[in-house]
Nanobody
Framework: QVQLVESGGDSVQAGGSLELSCVASGNIRALGWFRQAPGRERQGVAAMNLDAVGTYYPPSIKGRFTVSHDNAKNTFYLLMNNLKPEDTAMYYC????????????????????WGQGTQVTVSS
């Protein structure tokens, strides 16, 4: 099985940066970062294909967020720059361990394992 533990959430001013961490156990093939604000659907903000070494971002995020992986530390990171108040949400990492086939990297329903979340609050 897979265990995921996020950390790094905080309260920041608009324009600031934060780096979230996700310590992961298990043989992960895809890792996604998602966020959910109160009353809104869970949204994919970044994902990584560990089989083919690829990263994915939605158009609204691309250029501000960067997903990375430190294999030696079994840790995934989400670096968020130029944060905006609308980035305020609970952020989750999620993992998938089976072979990837027509995998929808930014779709929450694609993932099997989820962390507990870490809160990011951006004030104007």
């Amino acid at each position: 099985q897979v265990q995921l533990v996020e950390s790094g959430g905080d309260s920041v001013q608009a324009g600031g940066s934060l780096e979230l961490s996700c310590v992961a156990s298990g043989n992960i093939r895809a890792l996604g970062w998602f966020r959910q604000a109160p009353g809104r659907e869970r949204q994919g903000v970044a994902a990584m294909n560990l089989d083919a070494v690829g990263t994915y971002y939605p158009p609204s995020i691309k250029g501000r967020f960067t997903v990375s992986h430190d294999n030696a530390k079994n840790t995934f990171y989400l670096l968020m720059n130029n944060l905006k108040p609308e980035d305020t949400a609970m952020y989750y990492c999620a993992a998938y361990i089976r072979p990837l086939s027509a995998f929808r990297f930014l779709e929450p329903s694609s993932y099997t394992f989820w962390g507990q979340g870490t809160q990011v609050t951006v004030s104007s």
